[in-house]
């Protein structure tokens, strides 16, 4: 089979299991993103998350995870859906970002990504490779960008001009050639909604995020406890924040999503009968039970939960 057959039946098999764009990318070193890296890393923006030091030159040469591998396969799926944003323009309380609201996407792209792999192996042969869903030191977006499926905007999130950003990335890397994209240019231009709209001013400049500042890090990350001083901060968000991509124009037109698993959990958009901070430990691992949200553990939660109820309370 010639490689631009397997190219497009890979790609097709990615639609048909659910991604919404599949990309390809030359595997090579990272010279300059792993210049940007270092600087960042330096310049400790990364706060308490030692673990983005670690394994440093895997992070800018996908060859050191996979030996041999030639290829990087990008897929992308939309988060986007109706139920969220009629919650959200109704309801004013403490909130979870909306990627979280459905079940893990971890566990979804993962099993799909290995169906990928699978097909592929039909279709080549013996291949080497991994699938990766933010489970390495593989930088997704940048990958994501060479694959065509978006550019990294001035929030550090990738964005298309089909699905805006509210999408999540996957990865595939082998040890075959493919048809490879080409990687989209910035449509940013002079816009600057997401960095006026960050209320702790954790996009400090563009395409740099200062994580100390940043609500999905303090409400995620950050091992200890939020400082009482930094409470306020958090505003209404108990889990992640969705502030910076609300305010991108390119999300107002943004395709919505058709995968059923991302989709928002009832029991999540209809729980005004209580508060969160006063949700026992069995209700959250029963609500939260193959959830992202379970990332922060209990503890954590109801604390987040508090602050965010004392931050918007009337």
């Known amino acids: 089979m010639d490689i631009i057959t397997t190219t497009q039946k890979v790609r097709e098999k990615a639609l048909e299991l ?3 764009r599949c990309g390809f990318a030359r595997v090579c070193s990272l010279d300059e993103e792993a210049y940007r890296l270092e600087q960042w890393l330096k310049e400790n923006l990364h706060a ?3 673990w983005m030091e670690n394994n440093f030159d895997k992070r800018i040469d996908p060859s050191k995870l996979v030996p041999g591998s030639k290829s990087v396969i990008s897929v992308i799926a939309s988060y986007r859906y109706q139920a969220n944003e009629k919650y959200d323009a109704e309801y004013h309380g403490p909130k979870i970002a909306k990627y979280a609201r459905g079940r893990d996407y971890h566990k979804v792209f993962r099993k799909k990504l290995k169906n990928l792999f699978d097909y592929t192996k039909l279709l080549l042969g013996d291949i080497n490779g991994r699938v990766f869903v933010d489970s390495a030191p593989v930088m997704d977006k940048v990958w994501a960008q060479r694959a065509g499926n978006g550019w990294i905007g001035k929030n550090s999130n ?3 001009r089909t699905h805006g950003s509210w999408f999540l990335i996957g990865e595939m890397i082998v040890d075959v050639p493919f048809v490879y994209d080409e990687p989209v240019t ?24 200062d994580s100390n500042r940043c609500i999905s890090y303090l409400t995620i990350e950050l091992k200890n406890s939020i400082p009482k001083e930094d409470q306020a901060k958090i505003g209404e968000w108990i889990f992640g ?7 991108c124009p390119w999300n107002r037109k943004a395709e919505y999503g058709k995968l059923n698993d991302l989709k928002p959990r009832e029991q999540i958009l209809n729980y005004g009968h209580f508060k969160w901070s006063e949700i026992t430990e ?7 039970s193959g959830s992202a949200v379970r990332r922060s553990k209990y503890p954590k939660f109801i604390e987040n939960a508090r602050s965010a109820e004392m931050n918007t309370a009337e």
Do not use: K, W
Not at 186 to 204: M, R, W
Not at 241 to 247: L, M, S
Not at 282 to 288: A, C, D, H, L, V
């Open 48 to 50: 308490d998350m030692s």
């Open 186 to 209: 910035d449509h940013c231009g002079t816009c600057t909604e997401c960095i006026d709209a960050c209320p702790t001013d954790a996009i400090h400049e563009p395409y740099r995020i």
């Open 282 to 288: 069995e209700f959250y691992n029963q609500i939260f």
């Open 158 to 160: 990738l964005l298309n």
């Open 241 to 247: 924040c969705d502030i910076c991509q609300d305010v």
């Open 18 to 20: 659910g991604f919404d």
